[in-house]
């Protein structure tokens, strides 16, 4: 591939380069230790984790955090539609009865469903009316994450439930009856759908990773019923709701049968009823232990944070305990969260160390000994490069510009982001010397500036700088230090299953400007789509444009076209369809508009233009790429050159040649895109009857934030050369002159035509350059 493609190539790579090399790496390394420490309450992010070097010094420095800043209230913070009240069912379609009907035997969606693999852990929290959006919303925030479900069950109406929240509520007011309801209603939705119930009341405090990790430890087998003990007795002890008690789905499944005489039973209090209403049914007693586990419970008296947490912190039960209980208010169950996520990252840190001076203790055995460390430690190896073309560049900075930043430009302004970070790094870069040497320094300049993005590392930066000392006789002292920013969190998106065989309707819009390239697109697509047996359908507009005192029709030749591919493919007739709009001005939107009511939500447009090369590879990979309420795709295509410019001389190959000499990767195209049409019908609401011609399609969908618009570099849409028409005055007039200049042919292609023209002439290359404007005229 060319080194123009292969940068294209390598951009469009890197999210998927990033997630994998990331991936790996970090879960080799951190996965074991930074199990999704906090928390929704800690806003401000550990992202910025900055690393310094200055050259020759051995020992690495400290990596610098942004102060974390919990406990901010977030209260009130609302996001998501509320789920309230819908009852999700999971996967349990596939019910014996069906097959002894003589029905159909029909396969559950999932494989889980049918080997009977469960989720692990549902949470069912005891609150009440009034304390649901308090006490409940503080759980809801510093556990819900951790547990795969959690429902909050209430006697009597509890008003409109709190955003991404399900709130069941009983009608029955007696508050020691709920947990034989919240049983029986779990009994009717997810019998069997966990592995482990826990059970709460809205004043626990509950450590959610470290409940999950404890439930995952034990062996599915068993039959569990552990939790905070209420008190020991001499045939086994009771346990409390207000600790938290699990139970396994075995244990569970005994109660089901006969839970309705539960409510018959009337015991002092809700831990009661439900310790009485478990033992009467499924015969079993309440213990710490579960397997060979522990259920690490603790209750506190009169509890006041700030006061308490001094004695608190100085006990190991506490530190190690997964349930704190009871919370007098939310906000000391906020506090105490944020106490826990604290430790958990203190002790982050400690693993993180110990894991560095294990790396470093370890290397002297590996090949290559102690110099065979990459700095910094824990971060993947800077990528070696195995030719030239792969060598990732380094960009030179000034504290204005940036050289060199892409292949095609020498020098921009620094600006925006860019300029952001190389403040931020300079800063960091000082601060971090001062602390070393002393707070020495009153002042620093940026002498040379370097930064590279290496896809599998993060930003590196290495700075030159000159440190003024603080009083006038010092000297000043120039330093070199290297910076990485490290790749932050890396996501996987999980994306639903596409199938490649799912029908396209390519649109292709026709001006009366571009007619004559008509017969080519045409016989493209006999040759992909009539002769194989591809699933595309054509829909062919020809655009009038409305001019007085013309007559016949231009598009007759068009026409006749059409007809002559298919009535060589009599079986395929109904592959193509043509109609006409008549308009005054282009807009991408009223031509969609305009196709909206001849097809169905749910078919997948491609909106194609003429001079593009029909390949089947660019249908399947539309076909791969749209997902229908996910996902448009707008592909980066490839466009030719002017022929008479790269070529020596005629004749010229027929198609489109890919490669550096040849033509370009043009990122400013967005001519081409596929999608849903349910997706455009939904962005299209976005968008009023007064803007409609001034919205592009692109524009349309990024507009909607639920849509990703994916943009990659396509090899296998090629589009011949054309003279682009721009606008005359427009918002796109800037970017439609930008690509016309670059679509003619490469800057060392226009610079060897410009010495040819000159040399014929007998002119110097300034005159040319002076009467350019005039050359590109020839030329073009
Ligand atoms: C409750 O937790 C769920 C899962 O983490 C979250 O999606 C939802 O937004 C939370 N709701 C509130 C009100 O905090
Ligand atoms: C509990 O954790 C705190 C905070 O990290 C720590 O200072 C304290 O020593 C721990 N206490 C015990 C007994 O381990
Ligand atoms: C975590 O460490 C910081 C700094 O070393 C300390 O101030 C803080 O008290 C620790 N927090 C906990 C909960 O251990």
Redesign the pocket.
């Not at 080799?28 to 420490?37: E, N, T, Y």
């Not at 419970?297 to 190991?316: G, Q, W």
């Not at 309420?629 to 790269?646: A, D, E, G, R």
């Given at each position: 591939m060319s080194l123009l493609g292969r940068n294209s190539f390598v951009r469009s790579c890197i999210p998927v380069l990033i997630g994998i090399c990331m991936g790996i790496a970090l879960n080799m390394m951190v996965a074991p230790f930074l199990d999704d420490l906090c928390d929704p309450i800690d806003t401000k992010d550990t992202e910025n984790l900055i690393k310094l070097r200055e050259t020759k010094m051995v020992h690495e420095l400290d990596t610098k955090n942004k102060e974390q800043e919990p406990g901010k209230g977030e209260v009130n913070d609302q996001e998501t539609e509320s789920d309230g009240n819908d009852f999700y069912i999971h996967e349990q379609k596939y019910q014996r009865e069906e097959i002894k009907d003589g029905k159909k035997f029909v396969r559950p969606r999932f494989a889980s469903t049918e080997l009977g693999i469960r989720e692990k852990l549902f949470v069912g929290v005891l609150s009440t009316p009034h304390t649901v959006n308090s006490f409940g919303m503080a759980l809801n925030k510093t556990f819900a994450h951790y547990v795969t479900k959690t429902v909050f069950f209430t006697n009597g109406k509890s008003g409109m439930p709190p955003p991404g929240m399900q709130v069941i509520s009983f009608p029955d007011q007696d508050n020691k009856k709920l947990p034989i309801h919240a049983l029986k209603y779990i009994k009717e939705h997810y019998a069997s759908t966990f592995d482990y119930y826990l059970f709460i009341t809205d004043r626990t405090y509950i450590r959610g990773e470290k409940l999950y990790e404890l439930v995952g430890h034990i062996s599915i087998s068993e039959e569990v019923h552990m939790g905070a003990i209420l008190h020991r007795g001499d045939q086994g002890d009771t346990c409390t709701l207000d600790g938290g008690i699990i139970l396994s789905q075995n244990v569970l499944s005994k109660v089901y049968p006969k839970i309705d005489s539960c409510f018959l039973k009337s015991e002092q209090n809700p831990s009661l009823a439900f310790e009485a209403c478990i033992l009467q049914t499924a015969n079993s007693k309440c213990s710490e232990k579960g397997g060979d586990k522990n259920f690490r419970s603790y209750k506190v008296d009169d509890f006041e944070f700030d006061d308490d947490i001094t004695s608190l912190?100085?006990?190991?039960?506490?530190?190690?305990s997964f349930s704190i209980y009871p919370m007098p208010d939310d906000i000391s169950l906020y506090k105490i969260h944020r106490?826990f996520c604290?430790?958990e990252i203190?002790?982050t840190r400690q693993e993180i160390q110990k894991a560095k001076d294990s790396i470093i203790g370890l290397s002297e055995f590996a090949p290559g000994g102690k110099d065979s460390l990459q700095w910094p430690i824990g971060v993947p190896e800077a990528f070696k490069p195995n030719t030239r073309f792969d060598v990732v560049q380094w960009s030179y900075f000034t504290d204005t510009h940036i050289y060199f930043d892409d292949d095609f430009t020498n020098i921009r302004p620094l600006q925006g982001a860019d300029k952001q970070d190389i403040q931020e790094i300079q800063q960091i870069a000082f601060d971090r010397l001062n602390s070393i040497y002393g707070d020495n320094f009153k002042q620093f300049k940026l002498v040379n500036g370097y930064r590279r993005f290496e896809p599998s590392r993060g930003m590196e930066y290495t700075l030159d700088l000159e440190l003024y000392g603080k009083h006038r006789h010092e000297k000043t002292e120039q330093k070199r230090v290297h910076l990485l920013r490290p790749l932050g969190k890396v996501e996987i998106v999980p994306m639903p299953y596409v199938t490649e065989n799912s029908q396209i309707h390519l649109i292709l819009p026709v001006y009366e400007s571009e007619m004559g390239d008509f017969g080519n697109f045409m016989e493209g697509f006999a040759k992909t789509v009539l002769e194989t047996s591809d699933n595309s359908y054509l829909y062919v507009i020809f655009v009038y444009e409305k001019k007085k005192g013309k007559s016949g029709d231009p598009f007759a030749v068009p026409k006749t076209v059409i007809d002559y591919h298919l009535n060589n493919h009599p079986s395929r007739k109904s592959t193509v369809t043509w109609k006409v709009l008549e308009t005054s001005e282009k807009s991408e939107l009223d031509l969609l508009d305009y196709v909206v009511r001849d097809l169905q939500s749910g078919d997948l447009v491609s909106v194609c233009s003429i001079g593009m090369e029909m390949d089947i590879d660019y249908l399947n990979r539309v076909r791969m790429n749209t997902i229908p309420n996910v996902q448009v795709f707008f592909p980066i295509s490839f466009w030719q050159y002017k022929q008479n410019m790269v070529y020596q001389k005629p004749p010229y190959p027929p198609g489109v040649e890919l490669g550096q000499r040849y033509g370009h990767f043009d990122v400013d195209s967005y001519e081409h895109s596929s999608f849903y049409m349910s997706d455009y019908m939904n962005s299209r609401k976005h968008v009023s009857p007064s803007d409609t011609k001034k919205t592009s399609l692109i524009d349309l969908f990024l507009k909607v934030q639920s849509l990703h618009v994916f943009r990659a570099a396509e090899p296998s849409l090629r589009i011949r050369w054309k003279l682009l028409d721009c606008p005359v005055r427009d918002d796109d007039k800037l970017r439609c002159n930008k690509r016309k200049s670059e679509s003619l042919a490469s800057r060392s292609q226009l610079a060897k035509a410009v010495f040819d023209y000159a040399e014929k002439k007998h002119l110097s290359v300034e005159e040319v350059v002076k009467s350019a404007k005039q050359l590109t005229n020839t030329i073009g």
């Amino acid at each position: 591939m060319s080194l123009l493609g292969r940068n294209s190539f390598v951009r469009s790579c890197i999210p998927v380069l990033i997630g994998i090399c990331m991936g790996i790496a970090l879960n080799m390394m951190v996965a074991p230790f930074l199990d999704d420490l906090c928390d929704p309450i800690d806003t401000k992010d550990t992202e910025n984790l900055i690393k310094l070097r200055e050259t020759k010094m051995v020992h690495e420095l400290d990596t610098k955090n942004k102060e974390q800043e919990p406990g901010k209230g977030e209260v009130n913070d609302q996001e998501t539609e509320s789920d309230g009240n819908d009852f999700y069912i999971h996967e349990q379609k596939y019910q014996r009865e069906e097959i002894k009907d003589g029905k159909k035997f029909v396969r559950p969606r999932f494989a889980s469903t049918e080997l009977g693999i469960r989720e692990k852990l549902f949470v069912g929290v005891l609150s009440t009316p009034h304390t649901v959006n308090s006490f409940g919303m503080a759980l809801n925030k510093t556990f819900a994450h951790y547990v795969t479900k959690t429902v909050f069950f209430t006697n009597g109406k509890s008003g409109m439930p709190p955003p991404g929240m399900q709130v069941i509520s009983f009608p029955d007011q007696d508050n020691k009856k709920l947990p034989i309801h919240a049983l029986k209603y779990i009994k009717e939705h997810y019998a069997s759908t966990f592995d482990y119930y826990l059970f709460i009341t809205d004043r626990t405090y509950i450590r959610g990773e470290k409940l999950y990790e404890l439930v995952g430890h034990i062996s599915i087998s068993e039959e569990v019923h552990m939790g905070a003990i209420l008190h020991r007795g001499d045939q086994g002890d009771t346990c409390t709701l207000d600790g938290g008690i699990i139970l396994s789905q075995n244990v569970l499944s005994k109660v089901y049968p006969k839970i309705d005489s539960c409510f018959l039973k009337s015991e002092q209090n809700p831990s009661l009823a439900f310790e009485a209403c478990i033992l009467q049914t499924a015969n079993s007693k309440c213990s710490e232990k579960g397997g060979d586990k522990n259920f690490r419970s603790y209750k506190v008296d009169d509890f006041e944070f700030d006061d308490d947490i001094t004695s608190l912190r100085n006990d190991a039960m506490f530190n190690s305990s997964f349930s704190i209980y009871p919370m007098p208010d939310d906000i000391s169950l906020y506090k105490i969260h944020r106490y826990f996520c604290q430790l958990e990252i203190n002790l982050t840190r400690q693993e993180i160390q110990k894991a560095k001076d294990s790396i470093i203790g370890l290397s002297e055995f590996a090949p290559g000994g102690k110099d065979s460390l990459q700095w910094p430690i824990g971060v993947p190896e800077a990528f070696k490069p195995n030719t030239r073309f792969d060598v990732v560049q380094w960009s030179y900075f000034t504290d204005t510009h940036i050289y060199f930043d892409d292949d095609f430009t020498n020098i921009r302004p620094l600006q925006g982001a860019d300029k952001q970070d190389i403040q931020e790094i300079q800063q960091i870069a000082f601060d971090r010397l001062n602390s070393i040497y002393g707070d020495n320094f009153k002042q620093f300049k940026l002498v040379n500036g370097y930064r590279r993005f290496e896809p599998s590392r993060g930003m590196e930066y290495t700075l030159d700088l000159e440190l003024y000392g603080k009083h006038r006789h010092e000297k000043t002292e120039q330093k070199r230090v290297h910076l990485l920013r490290p790749l932050g969190k890396v996501e996987i998106v999980p994306m639903p299953y596409v199938t490649e065989n799912s029908q396209i309707h390519l649109i292709l819009p026709v001006y009366e400007s571009e007619m004559g390239d008509f017969g080519n697109f045409m016989e493209g697509f006999a040759k992909t789509v009539l002769e194989t047996s591809d699933n595309s359908y054509l829909y062919v507009i020809f655009v009038y444009e409305k001019k007085k005192g013309k007559s016949g029709d231009p598009f007759a030749v068009p026409k006749t076209v059409i007809d002559y591919h298919l009535n060589n493919h009599p079986s395929r007739k109904s592959t193509v369809t043509w109609k006409v709009l008549e308009t005054s001005e282009k807009s991408e939107l009223d031509l969609l508009d305009y196709v909206v009511r001849d097809l169905q939500s749910g078919d997948l447009v491609s909106v194609c233009s003429i001079g593009m090369e029909m390949d089947i590879d660019y249908l399947n990979r539309v076909r791969m790429n749209t997902i229908p309420n996910v996902q448009v795709f707008f592909p980066i295509s490839f466009w030719q050159y002017k022929q008479n410019m790269v070529y020596q001389k005629p004749p010229y190959p027929p198609g489109v040649e890919l490669g550096q000499r040849y033509g370009h990767f043009d990122v400013d195209s967005y001519e081409h895109s596929s999608f849903y049409m349910s997706d455009y019908m939904n962005s299209r609401k976005h968008v009023s009857p007064s803007d409609t011609k001034k919205t592009s399609l692109i524009d349309l969908f990024l507009k909607v934030q639920s849509l990703h618009v994916f943009r990659a570099a396509e090899p296998s849409l090629r589009i011949r050369w054309k003279l682009l028409d721009c606008p005359v005055r427009d918002d796109d007039k800037l970017r439609c002159n930008k690509r016309k200049s670059e679509s003619l042919a490469s800057r060392s292609q226009l610079a060897k035509a410009v010495f040819d023209y000159a040399e014929k002439k007998h002119l110097s290359v300034e005159e040319v350059v002076k009467s350019a404007k005039q050359l590109t005229n020839t030329i073009g």
